[in-house]
């Protein structure tokens, strides 16, 4: 009996991959976290990612580098990888933007970012006087009369005292989105648009907007954040101020896209899939790091780990680099509908979106049992300061598989800088952390394996 | 009677400075964090601070123009302003560092740097083959028939595994600080040292070292981590791999350098004195933006925050930016000594010098009296994420008010990416946040104002 017992304790300590089950938890993630954290894999794959392909608009010259460039990263790591053909509609900034200031016969050159998806103005340009308003809501108080043939000025600032960079920017965020429409629909013939930022920085920050087609189609353009106070502090002096605007935005025709697809198989339970990605698309300044080469890297380094520690899981483990999150989302559509045909079992999903920094948590919509598997393994990742296990979850790209009843997911990184990078030229690989990104990976990893081996949704 | 209360709700309402008092502490920690969290002056200063004087090392050029610069920056938000002279001993880097790997008559140069107080090669330089170890513990168990004569290469890597950052520095401190030394004592030529950062990257990072007078005094260089895992992979290929070293570090000759000090008295107690510092040193790469600009910004911040909203605080709130924190500590002991001359009683002493990420809590060391004091307005920071509220805190320069029995703390930000900047070219004011850089001031100057207001420390 006593060699019979020292024999378990021997196998249990050689560390074969077929025995992790027999390993306590919280070794198998101390072994996880410890691969993500002596390994220099993710951060040399952002890099090549930022640096090769920077500018990766859904259709752009640069995504389909960065498809190329992931896929071939996924095949040693992973059993099978493939690319899911998408239509991305596409949108092009075309000429850098020209904004000018104009009071008391004086210009000034301001930087300004064309919105994603907005009309060009052309070599003709606009010109007009301007009208700042704090958010959509002003506009109906204030009139068509006051409002009429002026460029709108949409100064509505991310509280700051709000500690929810995310609920900031939900709250300021429709400005940018309607703005244009709004604006147009009281006879504006442009708008100006404060950057979705609690930084005050010199980046203006572009981002996705939306026409609507019974009103008519006026430019859109973000300025830096401090741009837009000076200009606020201007037109408190001078109510006459001008606004030159030139942007040269077009709409080239609809171009062949994927998403990346990558799987290592489930041992046990193959048909059950636990999804796990983030977008490999990003926005045409910066290099996409924080958003979101970094939840890429999150979801990549999943099947790395789970390759290179030898561990079997039970279900199948698949990777998506979802297309088009910031415009129109025809990656997260396509995988959804895909998903449908197949009549498959995503088991959960789990999105990263939200940058590279120290993760803290993780956000979960499921049923209340559900919900409770997931509490259940939170001690386990306590130890690694990710305590945050939040009731809601979920993100851009896997919403769409919610209607499946999909348990949805997100990794919550530490929020408070990820406004200073997003959808601007500010994020770039420097802007990452090697440690962060680290832990990032193996937070992902370890919860992807947890999931699995407890069978929390079950 | 109703009259009344409506005149009292005015009165609590309209802000001015002598109601303070009569305000919820939730609703003046709100102001403050208002101030900080909307204003640049911080962020600028240390851009100023950080690109018009960097490589401030004690009594450089660089510290002397920084000294200067501060004491301007805190003449518009003090009462008053003064310089204290120190005497700082000086070690100059010299010429860039040349270090090369030799094998197989192949050589292939590195980046190094010396650690602060090593002495230098000279032109003449030094080769060796070399012997790895993992601490200074392992040089006994070596011993000096395979030491003698060779360059000793500390390998020891900070543990990615421990969730504290600082932790890993202390474990893995001591080849650094003693290395030289004691590698010396068992008659090597010279030392090698990993960079004591817990990232894998290309910079070296420096920090001091001591001799010790009965021991030969050989060079120490730090070589990066990336550097460091290559050389002990080749050393496991080939031990005969030999290194050439060549280091122009010296000691200049003394001179005068300052601690700059800024207060605001107090209303009620002037005589009881809040000291909140930073250091103004730092190493002579890099512009010390982390470590420890960020760390003097917290402070200055505070008197800014106080003069701005025009609280009256009962005790003297005095800033100290310490000179020479990094080297020999002279700026904190010369504060301790001219305290204790005057007799002055500090009520408290809080340093930041952690870096200028997310201020995530506070270190006190005080009698259990004064840290339940401390823990009593622990409620009222956790709305802004600053939860942890720890017993042991302090710091490098304050540390000599100890013996006086002053109750010290420390500022915590979030502690992943520090070593990524630490004593390396690195550390420049790119890498620093503006939102977290202004919530690291809101949260010192709410700190300061309610250890003073709700009299934590009696």
Redesign the interface.
């Known amino acids: 009996m006593k060699v019979f017992k020292s024999l378990c304790l021997f196998l249990a300590l050689t560390a074969s991959s077929e025995l992790f089950s027999q390993e306590p938890d919280s070794v198998l993630i101390?072994r996880i976290?410890?691969e993500a954290?002596?390994n220099?894999w993710s951060?040399n794959v952002l890099k090549q990612l930022c640096k090769e392909a920077p500018h990766r608009l859904a259709g752009s010259e640069g995504s389909l580098k960065a498809v190329h460039l992931m896929y071939q990263k996924l095949l040693p790591v992973a059993d099978t990888v493939y690319l899911q053909e998408v239509t991305a509609k596409r949108w092009l900034r075309g000429k850098k933007e020209e904004i000018e200031i104009i009071a008391d016969g004086k210009r000034r050159k301001i930087p300004g970012l064309a919105l994603g998806g907005s009309i060009g103005t052309g070599d003709k340009g606009i010109r007009a006087q301007v009208i700042e308003v704090q958010g959509i809501e002003e506009l109906a108080k204030i009139g068509r009369e006051k409002i009429q043939g002026k460029i709108v000025f949409f100064n509505l600032a991310m509280d700051?005292?709000d500690?929810s960079?995310g609920r900031q920017y939900g709250k300021a965020g429709s400005q940018r989105f309607n703005g244009a429409e709004k604006a147009a629909y009281y006879g504006a013939c442009g708008t100006l648009v404060r950057s979705l930022s609690?930084?005050?920085?010199e980046y203006p920050h572009t981002g996705i907007m939306r026409y609507v087609d019974s009103i008519p189609k006026i430019p859109a353009v973000a300025i830096s954040t401090i741009e837009a106070e000076n200009l606020s502090k201007q037109l408190k002096e001078n109510p006459r101020v001008e606004v030159s605007m030139k942007t040269w935005c077009s709409v080239p025709p609809n171009e062949k896209s994927y998403n990346v697809i990558a799987e290592i198989r489930g041992s046990e339970r193959p048909e059950e899939i636990i999804t796990v990605g983030g977008h490999i698309d990003s926005w045409d300044v910066g290099e996409g790091a924080h958003d979101d080469g970094a939840g890429c890297m999150h979801s990549m380094e999943v099947l790395r780990i789970i390759k290179t520690l030898g561990i079997k899981t039970k279900r199948t483990i698949r990777v998506v680099l979802f297309m088009d999150e910031e415009m129109y989302q025809v990656g997260g559509q396509r995988y959804a509908q895909w998903v449908k045909e197949r009549n498959e079992k995503i088991y959960a999903a789990i999105e990263s979106d939200s940058g590279g920094a120290?993760p803290v948590g993780f956000g979960c919509s499921a049923s209340d049992k559900q919900f409770a598997g997931f509490l259940d393994i939170k001690p386990l990742f306590e130890?690694?300061?990710v305590k945050l296990f939040r009731n809601g979850g979920g993100g851009t790209d896997i919403r769409f598989l919610g209607e499946l009843h999909v348990p949805l997911m997100n990794l919550i990184p530490?929020p408070?800088?990820y406004?200073?990078f997003h959808h601007s030229a500010n994020d770039t690989f420097?802007k990452i952390?090697?440690?962060?990104l680290?832990?990032g990976c193996a937070t992902m990893a370890a919860m992807v394996v947890m999931l699995d081996l407890k069978d929390s949704f079950n």
């Open positions: 101390s976290y410890r954290l002596t220099t951060y700051p005292m500690m960079p609690n930084s005050l920085s120290m130890p690694y300061g530490e408070q800088r406004f200073e420097e952390s090697f440690r962060e680290q832990l």
